[in-house]
């Protein structure tokens, strides 16, 4: 079996962030980049090859698109619960535009179902870390945000996903502003391990 740099996937792994629209320029990521993250995301491990992932890139005048979709799709069914809040729709409306690129996350659900569903939006999760690890090797930012629209019901036929998948939500991709390196923090590992034997 082939092998590879330890060290380097090492780094690459423990140097992944998500870095926020905030942080990012006006200068466009390259689309090689973007075809790269998703040609990555295509490898994920994936139980009985279903291969649930399914993306929309938005880009460009795409995004204007997004953004006005989701923020009168929003507007429309928190007007009806009664929970409409005109700062959450102006974010959803302007948020989009910061990014060079937003990946729209779908898993689609085997026809047969055969899989519990768990296994299906795990095989898509590990499709998002490759793109994430993919975009931190180009040193590329990106960050995967679930809130807005992404639990609609109304908001999956723009995605192009049916009643039985899911929208797991959206990778907002971009360049980073120069100097800017979040450093990361977790608990030891031995916190979280039982070894048996």
Same mark, same amino acid.
């Given at each position: 079996?082939t092998?590879?740099?330890?060290q380097?996937v090492?780094?690459?792994i423990r140097n992944?962030?998500?870095? *926020?629209?905030?942080q990012?320029?006006?200068?466009?990521?390259d689309d090689a980049?973007?075809?790269e993250? +998703?040609?990555?995301?295509n !490898?994920?491990?994936?139980?009985?090859?279903?291969?649930? !992932?399914?993306?929309?890139?938005f880009?460009g005048e795409?995004?204007?698109k +997004?953004?006005t979709?989701?923020a009168?799709l929003?507007?429309r069914?928190?007007?009806a619960?009664?929970t409409?809040?005109e700062?959450t729709?102006?974010?959803?409306?302007?948020?989009?535009?910061?990014?060079?690129?937003?990946?729209?996350i &779908?898993?689609?659900?085997?026809?047969k179902?055969?899989?519990p569903?768990?296994?299906e939006?795990?095989a /898509?999760?590990?499709? /998002?870390?490759?793109?994430y690890?993919?975009a931190t090797a180009h040193?590329?930012?990106c *960050? !995967?945000?679930?809130? &807005?629209?992404t639990y609609?019901e109304?908001a999956k036929?723009?995605?192009g +996903?049916?009643?039985k998948?899911? +929208?797991?939500?959206f990778?907002? /991709?971009?360049?980073?502003?120069?100097g800017?390196?979040p450093q &990361?923090r977790?608990?030891?590992?031995e916190?979280? /391990?039982s !070894?048996v034997?």
């Open positions: 079996m092998k590879f740099d330890t380097s090492n780094d690459l992944r962030r998500s870095i *926020y629209p905030a990012y320029t006006d200068e466009p990521v980049i973007i075809k993250m +998703l040609e990555n995301a !490898w994920a491990p994936t139980h009985k090859l279903t291969e649930p !992932w399914r993306f929309v890139v880009k795409g995004l204007q +997004l953004a979709f989701q009168e929003y507007e069914v928190s007007m619960r009664g409409f809040n700062t729709r102006e974010k959803l409306a302007t948020k989009p535009l910061l990014a060079s690129h937003i990946i729209a &779908g898993m689609s659900r085997d026809a179902e055969v899989l569903l768990e296994e939006i795990s /898509v999760a590990m499709a /998002v870390q490759n793109m690890l993919t040193g590329i930012g *960050y !995967w945000g679930s809130g &807005g629209i609609y109304e036929a723009f995605f +996903l049916e009643a998948d899911r +929208l797991l939500g990778l907002y /991709v971009g360049t980073v502003k120069e800017f390196a &990361g977790r608990n030891p590992i916190d979280k /391990v !070894w034997g």
